[in-house]
């Protein structure tokens, strides 16, 4: 049994907002782990989470794993899902480059969600791989919709969509090509639909597929590194009236360096080979680095 609780205190002020955020959370969880039989687990659990601005909702899940074999499990899940609107979603005031602006929206409701998955996970010597379902089913969803031109930039607000529709199929696969290296690929297929109209749901793409070489060197050296490809196929975008799918593929690589147990950093460059979309506002390359220290 797992029990714990938390409270957050998030004081955001920013150029980019048209006012100051002042918000709490608490939250108060239990977890229990029952081990049915040596080959079943259960795991429920419930949460209650509280914001002063949009008050309680409690959540709850079960997860089983059921081992098949010794090295094949299938696993699923079903529960709810509760997310309070983030201060960039309440009060964002922010124009793109030189052809969007984005507008929060005070009146944003949570969304709320009954989510379900259905997982296989196996390995075999180097070899691991997993597929699974999921479906989700969202009220108020939390999503941007174009309002028109404003001074010559494409206006988008944040609004709730009322009821949504969320699944598709993911696989994944990795095979360890030795100590420290290996090579994973995971793919997508993505179904989103607004279930009032049945319209397919904008910013976000109907499959997607990720190719991935890691290296792995946390023990002896704190240094991990992922050299990766994205391809985003069948991308539904709109942008103004101007509503499509598209493609996009971009290559990216990260490093990171863990110091000690409270230093860590990384550096890494997003869209390696400089590739544009004005219908997805890629703009290029981006260079990111960062530091964390825990005390």
């Keep these: 049994m797992t029990v714990g609780g938390e409270y957050r205190s998030e004081n955001y002020d920013s150029t980019r907002l048209t006012e100051e955020s002042d918000m709490k959370y608490s939250a108060l ?20 989470d509280y914001s002063d601005t949009f008050g309680s909702k409690v959540t709850s899940k079960i997860g089983s794993t059921y081992h098949l074999s010794n090295n094949t499990r299938l696993k699923a899940n079903i529960g709810t899902a509760y997310r309070a609107p983030t201060a960039s979603e309440l ?3 922010w124009s793109h480059s030189s052809y969007a602006y984005i507008l929060g929206n005070k009146n944003l409701r949570p969304e ?5 998955d259905i997982a296989l996970e196996a390995e075999r010597g180097r070899t691991s791989g997993k597929v699974s379902y999921f479906h989700n089913k969202v009220k108020d969803m939390i ?7 404003t001074s010559g930039l494409y206006t988008y607000k944040y609004y709730n969509v009322d009821n949504a529709v969320i699944q598709g199929v993911e696989t994944e696969a990795k095979q360890k090509l030795g100590d420290k290296f290996a090579l994973r690929t995971t793919y997508t297929y993505l179904d989103a639909v607004n279930s009032d109209t049945g319209e397919r ?33 069948g991308y539904r975008y709109e942008l103004g009236e101007d509503v499509g799918t598209t493609d996009f593929n971009t290559l990216n690589f990260v490093v990171n360096k863990k110091f000690n147990d409270n230093l860590n950093a990384y550096v890494g460059v ?26």
């Design 270 to 295: 997003d869209n390696i080979a400089d590739q544009r979309n004005t219908n997805l506002f890629a703009d290029g390359r981006v260079w990111r680095v960062g530091m964390k220290y825990s005390f």
């Design 91 to 93: 009060y964002m005031d």
């Design 29 to 48: 969880y239990a977890q229990d782990e029952w081990q049915i039989n040596p080959k079943w687990l259960l795991i429920p659990s419930v949460r209650w």
């Design 201 to 233: 749901l904008a910013n976000r793409a109907r499959n997607s597929i990720k190719l991935m070489l890691e290296f792995d060197d946390a023990a002896k050296s704190g240094i991990t590194a992922t050299l990766w490809q994205d391809w985003m196929l």
């Design 112 to 116: 709320t969600a009954v989510n379900f």
């Design 143 to 149: 999503d941007y919709e174009y309002q028109g031109v």
